[in-house]
């Protein structure tokens, strides 16, 4: 053997590991191209149209376009309507988080549980309102939260209750789109707990069963530790979902009534395709990232404070 081998030898092994690096770029291309094409391209149009005036006099002609700086986001600061939509999108948050998350954690365990028959079609069922078109069954929860005809208030005068408006009061609206939400969606949040809930040693349960836990201190003790760090991305996913909710309150109730469930997508969506003003609609757009970011970014701070993640 001489000298002059490992330095082959090592000349070889970069060689290889080069060529492996260049196939590995070969493969993630085509994805990081598509990426930049029609998400990173996007967003920074996005945001270099917030700095204008952009509207439908530029659509006409883009001698018209101006460049306005921060005015677009200096305006939102100081529009009512804005902050009116915050506030609802806010309301929308706080209760549907907690909801959502709570039916799909307690549906999960319920399916879970090995002395439920037929977990498969329950499984199916549940599910099943997740995949159906949003807009149909919104349509359909319109017809079932009818003042006169609807299906909910029959049982509410069955019972000896009041018909409600549910969605022509301020006071009822959110509460209504939010029942429609909530079991449009728990379904998905259900299944990430379902799977997680299966990863969870038998032994644990068996150690506190010994231990004299019952039924609450082991899902206390034993499965909220396990799911912690899911319990962290359903609530970072829902969080997500609910800032973002447009078609719920577009077709169920058209923002009203007395604007009580304009949400900023739908404050957007007016300024941009109502109003055509883009330029304003583009800065509501990165308001509404910016807030979605900040609260992600509280989230995770507050799950590692806690140990739901390292």
Avoid at 73 to 97: D, I, S
Avoid at 281 to 309: D, E, N, P, W
């Amino acid at each position: 053997m001489t000298v002059a081998d490992p330095a082959i030898s090592a000349v070889k092994r970069s060689r290889g590991l080069a060529a492996r690096e260049r196939a590995a770029w070969a493969f993630v291309a085509p994805a990081m191209i598509a990426i930049g094409l029609f998400f990173a391209l996007p967003v920074i149009a996005a945001l270099l149209l917030s700095l204008t005036d952009f509207d439908i006099y530029a659509l006409a002609d883009l001698d018209n376009l101006r460049f306005v700086g921060l005015q677009n986001y200096e305006r939102l600061m100081t529009n009512p309507l804005f902050w009116g939509a915050m506030k609802n999108t806010l309301t929308f948050a706080v209760l549907g988080v907690p909801l959502s998350i709570a039916a799909s954690l307690a549906a999960a365990v319920i399916l879970n549980a090995r002395v439920v028959k037929w977990r498969p079609i329950w499984r199916v069922m549940f599910f099943a309102p997740y995949v159906t078109t949003l807009v149909a069954t919104a349509v359909v929860w319109r017809y079932l939260l009818h003042t006169r005809y609807g299906v909910i208030n029959w049982a509410l005068g069955s019972i000896g209750l009041p018909a409600v408006d549910w969605l022509g009061q301020p006071s009822t609206s959110i509460p209504a789109i939010l029942m429609f939400v909530v079991w449009k969606i728990f379904g998905y949040n259900m299944l990430i707990f379902l799977a997680v809930l299966q990863t969870v040693p038998d032994d644990l349960y068996e150690a506190a069963r010994i231990d004299g836990a019952g039924p609450r201190k082991q899902f206390r003790h034993v499965t909220l530790p396990a799911i912690a760090p899911t319990m962290l991305l359903v609530s970072i996913i829902s969080v997500a979902s609910f800032f973002q909710l447009f078609a719920e309150p577009y077709v169920m109730t058209q923002g009203g009534p007395a604007q009580s469930t304009v949400t900023v997508l739908y404050f957007m969506y007016e300024e941009g395709f109502k109003w055509w003003n883009l330029g304003s609609a583009s800065a509501v757009a990165f308001v509404l990232f910016l807030c979605i970011l900040a609260i992600t970014l509280v989230q995770l701070a507050v799950a590692k404070r806690v140990g739901a993640y390292q």
